[in-house]
């Protein structure tokens, strides 16, 4: 087992990274303080692993909130769900939410765990790649808008996260590459020498050569930490880590949630700032064209597969997090391995990289 943590003084909090993870019970109850835990999970994982998870839990009070799967359930509606739920045992301020479950289920429950009487805790087993390596670490939580992605939430640390890989096993190929595109994006954005690690070893990767699965997500889990600890509340540093999402999350809205899994459309995304990267002048061409590359080998798409009005997907990207004052500001890279925020690019450019993929 691995393990680092994510240094935020008093809410600094330990990532186990392993095999075997679900089987050691100490890892959660040492991080559970009251008797009283409710496990969300959704009905892909139910059947997987929340049994697996109620047994290391056998001297605690347990109940279980089974949520429909999917990125259209990630509403306020589902939230409300589990608020029902935890009133209706009266479970109080000592309680221990446990997010079960891909990146959906662990926002919606992060979020409920911020909201619930104020604020309880909550623990991250994340069972998806793109989980493991970015949205159970960090502590972002919140739903969609049918207006915006993610536009509702809290920043809300989880007292722990436990990323078993082995629950890989049962992730089918789709949802596997969906988070290498987030893998990919942390050697874009920061780490040139991993990036020309995953492209020497996609092979490897893409056949879920264990000991290679957790080298990659110790090593993202890493980057993401360093950066989160310097920038918790995203007002500088951490929006780096949005390198390609508002065009992905522009994707997801124009073409309804779903349609495109998150990474599938923020690989796309990153592709859109690559190429507006190289027609601002930072790379070239030749550049553009490994990222492609590897995208494709990573069995991701590399382009919009269904017509969007033009007009449509800007006002989507203008409802993004990362907009102040009404300009939209854009991850772009410097260099492959060093990207940088942006709102200092030609408009003529952004429309023609956008048309190019519409």
């Keep these: 087992m691995k393990q680092l943590n994510l240094d935020l003084g008093e809410k600094s909090y330990p990532i186990y990274i392993g095999q075997n993870l679900l089987n ?8 559970i303080s009251g008797k009283q835990v409710m496990i969300v999970t959704d009905a892909i994982v139910a059947p997987l692993y929340l049994s697996k998870v109620k047994n290391l839990l056998s001297s605690f009070e347990v109940i279980e909130v089974i949520l429909p799967d999917g990125e259209e359930y990630k509403i306020l509606d589902t939230v409300n769900t589990i608020f029902t739920a935890l009133l209706e045992v009266c479970f109080d301020r000592s309680c221990t939410l446990i997010a079960l479950g891909g990146g959906v289920v662990g926002d919606i429950t992060g979020f409920a765990a911020a909201s619930y009487q104020r604020g309880v805790d909550f623990i991250q087993i994340p069972t998806t790649l793109l989980s493991q390596v970015d949205s159970s670490v960090g502590g972002k939580t919140g739903v969609n808008h049918a207006l915006g992605k993610n536009m509702i939430g809290s920043f809300h640390q989880p007292k722990c996260v436990v990323i078993d890989v ?4 049962t992730l089918d190929d789709r949802q596997y590459s969906a988070g290498l595109a987030e893998v990919i994006k942390y050697g874009l954005l920061g780490n040139a020498d991993f990036l020309s690690y995953l492209q020497n070893n996609i092979d490897s990767l893409m056949s879920r050569d264990k000991n290679l699965v957790i080298k990659i997500v110790h090593q993202s889990c ?3 930490a360093n950066i989160v600890a310097q920038d ?20 997801e809205n124009t073409l309804g949630y779903g349609v495109y899994l998150h990474g599938e459309a923020v690989a796309v995304g990153m592709l859109m700032a690559v190429k507006l990267s190289a027609l601002e002048g930072f790379i070239t061409n030749k550049e553009v064209q490994l990222v492609k590359d590897l995208l494709q080998k990573a069995n991701l798409p590399v382009v919009i597969s269904s017509k969007i009005n033009y007009q449509t997907f800007v006002n989507a990207m203008s409802v993004d997090k ?10 772009l890279m410097e260099k492959i391995g060093q990207a940088f925020i942006s ?3 030609q408009q003529s450019n952004l429309e023609q990289i956008i048309k190019g993929f519409l």
Excluded: C, P, W
């Design 24 to 31: 050691q019970e100490e890892l959660l109850i040492s991080h």
């Design 322 to 331: 990362k907009v102040i004052n009404r300009e939209v500001r854009l991850i």
């Design 166 to 169: 082995d629950t890989l096993d």
């Design 232 to 251: 918790e509340l995203e007002v500088g540093k951490r929006a780096l880590l949005n390198l390609g999402h508002t065009f992905g999350h522009a994707i």
């Design 343 to 345: 709102n200092d690019y």
């Design 222 to 224: 890493m980057d993401k």
